[in-house]
Structure formats: structure tokens, C-alpha cells
């Protein structure tokens, strides 16, 4: 019998049989696990209260046979419950739960851990601007799946002209000269895909026209080159 124990969180859970649930979950050392969580929709079933959806959960489960394994354990290590109490927020934490779960596999890497733990505390904050924050998750899970823009040159190879104007073109990643984007875009993107430091757009008051702009790049990019 092979048991495992790691943190994890629920990204998706179905009901199964009378009283069973399988669930989906991200874990930063074994990438997608499913389980099977027997009598979790049971009153007094140990599991029910802590296989929550925004929460982190310390689990301990079995390989099974399948692909699906069998819990054993479950307890919450953080409950984001101030995101549970927004309708807003709530939307959009079931919506990247959502996303997360159609584009991460078995063997995901634990970068994919890190970053929705990350989401959950931030949108767990009280004063959280929730485009800002579905830009940004956008932008760095299309990093780390490697579709990246390129945001220094255009396609026919110059620089990009802060003076200028552009158009996007989504299959190939880049700018072209045209009229729809500005210096403003073209910034703004550079912040939301850089690694290290796009933490910092949370510190800027960003105008919601360019957010919106943003928005619709993004989820384009999202449509071309993933599952959205």
C-alpha cells in the first residue's frame, strides 16, 4: 500500500455514488491527484468538513489501482473564508479553480502549487481589485506554460516604438503595427508576465479602461494557446 501526505487544494470535487465524492486536487509535490473520498457526503462523515473548496488542506490518500486513489485523511491548514463571503470574489475564485483544473496534468510542476496559493491569499484580501488580479493570474499561468508575448519587438523586428501604435496577433505572440495598443498596453503586459516583480501591479492604481483592454488580450491568449 502506497500512502502519500502532502498539502493540497481542491481545484474540483463531483458527487459519486450515494454517498462518495472524487475530487481533484493540486498538490506541490505530486502535481494533479485524484481521490476518491468515501462517505464525504455523509452528516457524520470525518472528511466532509474539510474538503472545502478555498482552502488549503493537509491530505494523507492511498494509489489506488487507477488513476484515482483513495483519501484517508483530510484537516485545514488555511481557510480562506473571506472569499466565500463575496459573491465577486467567489465567482472569480471558482473560475480559476476552473482554469487551473482544465490545464494542469498529472505531473504538473509545483510552480502551479505555488501560484494559485498565491491567488487564494490575494484574493482572500480585503482590498483586492479582481480584474488586477485575474489579469495577472492570466498573465503568469501563460508564463509558466511557456506562451509568452513578445513585448520588446514587433514582427518586422523593431523595437517597439513607444510613439507608435499596434495591433496583436495572437498565434504568434506579438505586436504589429497598427491602432489599437499604446505604450500604456505594452507596459502594463511587461509588468503582468515578469516573474519576479509582477507582485508590484497591486501597488499601482491602473486604469480600468486599460485593465479591460488587458483583459481581452489576455483571455485571447488564453483561448488561442490553452483552455479557458
Known amino acids: 500500500m502506497n500512502t502519500k501526505t502532502s498539502e493540497a487544494i481542491l481545484i474540483n470535487r463531483i458527487n459519486y455514488s450515494e454517498s462518495d465524492r472524487i475530487l481533484n486536487l493540486i498538490t506541490p509535490e505530486f502535481g494533479k491527484v485524484a481521490v476518491i473520498a468515501k462517505g464525504s457526503r455523509k452528516i457524520k462523515s470525518k472528511l466532509a468538513g474539510s474538503i472545502e473548496l478555498f482552502t488549503l488542506i493537509k491530505i494523507t490518500y492511498v494509489d489506488g489501482r487507477s488513476d484515482i486513489g483513495t483519501l484517508i485523511s483530510s484537516r485545514i491548514l488555511e481557510n480562506y473564508e473571506e472569499i466565500s463571503k463575496d459573491l465577486d470574489k467567489s465567482q472569480l475564485g471558482f473560475h480559476i479553480l476552473k482554469l487551473t483544473n482544465l490545464n494542469t496534468h498529472d505531473n504538473s510542476d509545483q510552480i502551479y502549487f505555488d501560484l494559485l496559493l498565491q491567488f487564494l491569499k490575494l484574493l482572500n484580501s480585503l482590498n483586492i481589485d479582481l480584474m488586477t488580479l485575474k489579469n495577472w493570474y492570466y498573465a503568469q499561468f501563460l508564463l509558466i506554460n511557456g506562451n509568452v508575448p513578445n513585448l520588446n519587438s514587433a514582427e518586422d523586428g523593431n523595437q517597439l516604438d513607444e510613439f507608435k501604435k ?63
Open 166 to 228: 499596434y495591433d496583436f496577433d495572437f498565434l504568434k505572440m506579438g505586436f504589429m503595427e497598427g491602432n489599437k495598443y499604446t505604450k500604456d498596453h505594452i507596459k502594463y503586459l511587461r509588468l503582468l508576465f515578469n516573474i519576479s516583480n509582477s507582485i508590484k501591479v497591486f501597488k499601482i492604481n491602473i486604469d480600468q479602461k486599460l485593465n479591460k483592454d488587458i483583459l481581452e488580450i489576455l483571455e485571447t491568449m488564453f483561448k488561442s494557446h490553452l483552455s479557458l
